[in-house]
């Protein structure tokens, strides 16, 4: 008789995989940077839809990561403080 463990499917690798596109975000300009000719005109006709967030979160949450407490069970992982 199987076991649950004799059943579980190896996923692998991505075979045959191309990186064909580059991108980048200029902070100077405000652009971003190698994007294709039709990604970049989605991102300019949206652009102006997008509105910037008032406060960044990160920037202002006090919190030391190192003293969270980890629990685990099963194959789930919960962060309490």
Not at 38 to 48: C, F, G, L, P, V
Not at 56 to 81: G, M, N, P, Q, Y
């Amino acid at each position: 008789m199987k076991s649950k463990k004799d059943k579980k499917r190896q996923i692998s690798e991505p075979s045959d995989f191309e990186h064909r596109v580059h991108t980048g975000y200029d902070v100077g300009s405000g652009q971003y940077v190698g994007l294709p000719q039709q990604w970049s005109s989605i991102i300019s006709a949206t652009e102006d839809k997008r509105p910037k967030p008032i406060v960044d979160a990160s920037r202002i949450t006090d919190t030391e990561v190192t003293s969270l407490k980890v629990l685990r069970w099963s194959h789930f992982t919960k962060i309490f403080s």
